[in-house]
């Protein structure tokens, strides 16, 4: 039996990881797409470490982008076999798969027309899938229940799924797998979500394994203690909107976090600390997906159930708008009015969020609250980075907005946090591989795990394989 890491190795993004088994059955764990701009990924997307054909079956840990995006490419190339999560990870699947593909026709037929343009003989990158090729994956798609062990297509392997509390539907993944005369247990905790945090229900401690491959997101860092987090949300408001008369700009993925300050927005609503501005979601995406939410009540926390009892939406509120067309957006781009605005990407390397910032960035009264992880290259991630100017849409744009930081709403869970989920884990663990990480985080978080009694914790590069006895 043996592990190869085919992505977000080093890494944060591109999340696949490849068991072979004794027998040869192929079992792939994720299967992202890579989001960001550096030079040595540029052609990750497009090749892959493995033979589509013959792969045997995929399981998913959820349903954002890094962790599911190149399935139908993966369909495409040639898999025919299951693809196995949870029923929400399932009917968010079907909407992010379709959003991805509309950005990838769309920015192949953009840049098939800035080559022909300028006359350029180099060949223009097609689009990775089209949405002939999501339908056809949709099609190999099986939900399965939390906490309830279940046969994938090979007879001897089970599979496991509890709650991660990261987004709606995420799931940590337990195997179960008969080698010869033993039994291995075998982990992948999936991105592992925060405590306490609103909407969905905590993340729940996986089984026991033998081997595990754990995320490591934030394995540098604690976050921002949350009882301060409305009062600090509430004062960028005030600041930007009433006090300076300008935008805030909350780039927000569509999938959790937009749902997560939709909420939040609610109860301030509801307790009357909102000031009267609107406040628009602008993705098409995030009102497909918050329309999910509601049909998934088996991932709600008891907070949000009680909360349910007072207000039957948790999601609208008389000043919220949710815009679907582009003319509405546009619009939202050349307007005074102070306003919230939250918008995708959560990075703003691609989206409608792109150009809102486009518009607004130089304008001193207006402010850009970053509210999670960004990868160092994005626009994100250098405005994160405190840069002074920014090039968007082949214009230098100096930053003249405030910039503001709130990690507490982030969904990853934090060193601490990580390393509460992983305590039960450290009897049994005989190796730990961390992944979804830069390696500087990845190191300091190994460093803690060592303190607290975990020994073999390797940290693959991508490509790396390792036989496990």
């Not at 539907?169 to 979500?193: H, P, R, V, W, Y």
């Not at 405590?195 to 996986?206: E, G």
């Not at 090039?391 to 405030?402: I, M, P, Q, T």
Request: glycine letters at 8%.
């Amino acid at each position: 039996m043996k592990i190869k890491f085919c992505g977000a190795a080093q890494e944060i993004t591109g999340s696949a990881h490849l068991i072979t088994l004794d027998d040869g059955y192929t079992i792939l764990l994720d299967c992202g797409l890579y989001q960001g701009r550096a030079e040595e990924m540029k052609n990750f997307n497009e090749n892959w470490l493995f033979d589509p054909s013959k792969l045997d079956c995929v399981i998913l840990s959820h349903a954002h982008i890094d962790h599911t995006g190149r399935l139908p490419k993966l369909v495409k190339d040639g898999f025919k076999g299951p693809i196995y999560c949870t029923h929400a990870t399932r009917s968010l699947c079907a909407i992010m798969l379709l959003d991805s593909a509309k950005i990838q026709e769309r920015d192949a037929a953009y840049d098939k027309k800035k080559l022909k343009e300028k006359q350029n003989r180099e060949e223009y990158r097609e689009a990775l899938y089209g949405r002939t090729d999501v339908k056809s994956t949709l099609n190999q798609f099986t939900g399965c229940s939390y906490n309830r062990w279940f046969e994938i297509d090979h007879s001897k392997v089970q599979c496991f799924f509890t709650d991660a509390g990261h987004i709606l539907g995420s799931a940590s993944i337990t195997l179960k797998i008969q080698e010869g005369n033993k039994e291995i247990m075998f982990g992948f905790s999936g991105d592992i979500g925060r405590p306490a945090r609103p909407i969905l229900r905590d993340p729940v401690p996986m089984p026991t394994v033998d081997y595990l491959i754990c995320e490591s997101t934030y394995g540098d860092r604690v976050h921002t203690a949350a009882p301060s987090e409305k009062t600090r949300f509430l004062e960028i408001i005030k600041r930007t909107c009433i006090e300076r008369k300008g935008k805030l700009l909350i780039p927000a993925f569509s999938i959790g976090r937009t749902q997560e300050l939709v909420y939040l927005l609610d109860q301030l609503e509801t307790e009357g600390l909102l000031p009267k501005v609107p406040v628009y979601v602008d993705s098409p995406l995030a009102v497909n997906a918050t329309t999910i939410f509601g049909t998934h009540p088996e991932c709600f926390d008891n907070e949000l159930n009680e909360y349910l009892l007072i207000d039957d939406n948790p999601f609208g509120f008389n000043s919220l708008s949710y815009i679907k067309k582009r003319e509405r957006s546009k619009e939202l781009n050349t307007s005074d009015e102070p306003c919230i605005i939250i918008s995708s990407s959560g990075m703003m390397n691609a989206g409608r969020v792109k150009h809102h910032l486009f518009h607004c960035i130089e304008e001193d009264r207006n402010a850009i609250l970053i509210v999670g992880y960004c990868s160092p290259n994005t626009p994100g991630g250098m405005l994160r980075n405190g840069v002074d100017k920014i090039k968007l849409f082949g214009r230098w744009k100096s930053v003249n907005a405030k910039v503001e930081v709130m990690d507490s709403f982030s969904a990853h869970a934090d060193k601490l946090e990580m390393l509460d989920f992983l305590k039960g884990q450290r009897e049994s663990v005989r190796k730990l591989f961390l992944v979804h990480g830069t390696y500087e985080k990845q190191m300091k978080f190994k460093q803690l795990l060592n303190t607290y009694g975990f020994e073999d914790i390797q940290i693959p590069d991508l490509g790396d394989e390792f036989i496990l006895d």
